[in-house]
T-cell receptor
Framework: GAVVSQHPSRVICKSGTSVKIECRSL??????MFWYRQFPKKSLMLMAT?????????EQGVEKDKFLINHASLTLSTLTVTSAHPEDSSFYIC???????????FGPGTRLTVL | GENVEQHPSTLSVQEGDSAVIKCTYS??????FPWYKQELGKRPQLIID?????GEKKDQRIAVTLNKTAKHFSLHITETQPEDSAVYFC????????????FGAGTRLAVHP
């Protein structure tokens, strides 16, 4: 399958700081990427759709000013958690659809811990 | 919006037995239904998917069936092995260009030797 990478894999930060997470499609171009968060032993919750060259589309209940998304190129989307708080601690995973438009491959995830 | 329900939440089987996980979806416009396997701390891995124009798909020990009328689909794993132990998620697409996926709550499968 297609390869999607994320960086960093793990980050620990202090409350109030901002954290940037990168998602890259390594062997294909992705005009659209998706960002999910996953709490322990829970399902994947879609946060937003990242669109190359335009604004991201956020799911209901997701604060767009807190979770800033930038899709700078056809292979890179970034999620910035601004003014992070302990309740933002979670596993953040991105995914990208391939040329078939519906088959999605996931990145390895980023475990964020806010102290 | 789309809602996906998944059952059971946990499933324990003996090695060699079959395992069945069922999901229902609410949006009749959904046309793509993937299944993902997630091991602890790792990314979800696509194991099989089915599109709405097909009723059944099989890949070795794994099969998926889809009933569009009833809006439910199921994952069947035969001859289970301990390495099948993981959390399995079903998902359903929403309508649109690049389809968003809405996930079920997950099923924790334990295969005992």
């Amino acid at each position: 399958g297609a390869v999607v990478s994320q960086h960093p894999s793990r980050v620990i930060c202090k409350s109030g700081t901002s954290v940037k997470i990168e998602c890259r499609s390594l062997d294909f171009q992705a005009t659209t990427m998706f960002w999910y968060r996953q709490f322990p032993k829970k399902s994947l919750m879609l946060m937003a759709t990242s669109n190359e060259g335009s604004k991201a589309t956020y799911e209901q209940g997701v604060e767009k000013d807190k979770f800033l998304i930038n899709h700078a190129s056809l292979t890179l989307s970034t999620l910035t958690v601004t003014s992070a708080h302990p309740e933002d601690s979670s596993f953040y995973i991105c995914s990208a659809p391939t040329g078939s438009k519906d088959t999605q491959y996931f990145g390895p995830g980023t475990r964020l811990t806010v102290l | 919006g789309e809602n996906v329900e998944q059952h059971p939440s946990t499933l324990s089987v003996q090695e060699g037995d079959s395992a069945v996980i069922k999901c229902t979806y609410s949006d009749s416009a959904s046309n793509y239904f993937p299944w993902y396997k997630q091991e602890l701390g790792k990314r979800p891995q696509l194991i099989i998917d089915i599109r709405s124009n097909v009723g059944e798909k099989k890949d070795q020990r794994i099969a998926v069936t889809l009933n569009k009328t009833a809006k439910h689909f199921s994952l069947h794993i035969t001859e289970t092995q301990p390495e099948d132990s993981a959390v399995y998620f079903c998902a359903a697409s929403t309508s649109g260009g690049y389809n968003k996926l809405i996930f079920g709550a997950g099923t924790r499968l334990a295969v005992h030797p």
